[in-house]
């Protein structure tokens, strides 16, 4: 949780990503913290939200947080993925 | 439609509670504009997994699973705009809110509900049931002799499951169990990789190639 804070509070969001208990994967960018501990997690599935930081080690409930992407570059312009 | 599931006035209390500390953007300009913000329907969440699709033909009871959590519809300024995630603690007393977030699936389900209460006056139990494998959302109404689904969204696109059509239960679960994924792209990008071990629950554990990365960086 701390390197969470330290990544966010350096202005660089991580990505988590979930693995399902159904087998597939999915991936939220975490983008900042509340005072309470909570995350702020843009999903491209269920949208904006702040989220408990249990809740989001369960990939809600449906899984396990199985990787995180962090210290991430911004892509350069003109430079292939 | 079918009955929801009534919560006592001392949850609905506490949910708002904790609710208001958590308030969104949108929640907190509708206040602000003297609009309340009102808890409306609470739905039970039940998972259906992957190897309970091999059995299409049991009632939806024997196959999905409970999974303790409550999601919530959150209506503002006569708008669903938000779902929250609720579940009771351990003791069984306290409930813990676990996320707030504004959603798409919150004005699908607004619409389900509202296409619900047109077609459906039995007084069966009504709850949400999750397809992880499909990211497929839906309301679930149990009946005593049998279930009836209609689907509220679903991540990756099942053509034969339509909006707004009530399916007998095991028709949905024909359709599921019929439903073949086709395996996705790998990914691309600049993002770092780190080590997809079994996790410990630290989601920072397997941070050796960053801290190499910062390292190089600094």
């Keep these: 949780m701390d390197q969470i804070a330290h990544e966010i509070a350096a202005n660089r969001p991580i990505h988590a990503l979930f693995q399902w208990d159904a087998g597939n994967t999915h991936v ?21 939200g702040q989220m408990s930081y249990e809740f989001l080690q369960s990939a809600y409930h449906q899984g396990q947080w199985a990787v995180t992407y962090y210290y991430l570059e911004p892509l350069q312009h003109g430079a292939a993925a | ?7 006592s006035k001392s949850v609905r209390a506490a949910l708002a509670v904790l609710i208001a500390k958590r308030a969104t953007p949108a929640a907190r300009a509708a206040r602000r504009a003297n609009h309340p913000v009102h808890l409306a329907e ?73 296409w619900l209460d047109h077609q459906d006056d039995s007084d069966a ?29 679903s991540t990756r696109p099942i053509l034969a499951l339509k909006p707004d059509v009530l399916y007998p239960g095991s028709q949905f679960l024909k359709i599921l169990s019929e439903e ?15 080590s997809r071990q079994k996790h410990s629950g630290d989601p920072f554990e397997h941070d050796h190639l960053a801290r190499e990365r910062m390292g190089r960086n600094r």
């Design chain 2, 42 to 114: 609470g739905f039970e969440v039940w998972h259906l997994l992957e190897k309970a699709l091999k059995t299409p033909n049991a009632r939806l009871s024997k196959l999905a699973q409970p999974t303790g959590d409550w999601q919530h519809l959150l209506r503002h300024g006569g708008k669903a705009t938000e779902i929250v995630s609720s579940r009771r603690e351990s003791g069984g007393r306290k409930w813990k809110l676990q996320a707030i977030f504004t959603s798409p699936l919150a004005k699908r389900l607004d619409h389900v509900i509202k």
């Design chain 2, 1 to 7: 439609m079918a009955q929801r599931h009534k919560f």
């Design chain 2, 180 to 194: 073949k994924i086709a395996p996705m792209p790998p990914l691309k990008g600049n993002a770092l990789k780190i």
């Design chain 2, 125 to 153: 139990l009504v709850r949400l049931l999750v397809v992880p494998k499909f990211g497929l959302h839906a309301l679930w109404i149990e009946e005593e002799h049998s279930d009836k689904v209609v689907l509220i969204e």
């Design chain 1, 28 to 48: 939220v960018t975490v983008a900042g913290c509340f005072a309470n501990g909570d995350l702020l997690v843009l999903d491209p599935q269920r949208g904006r």
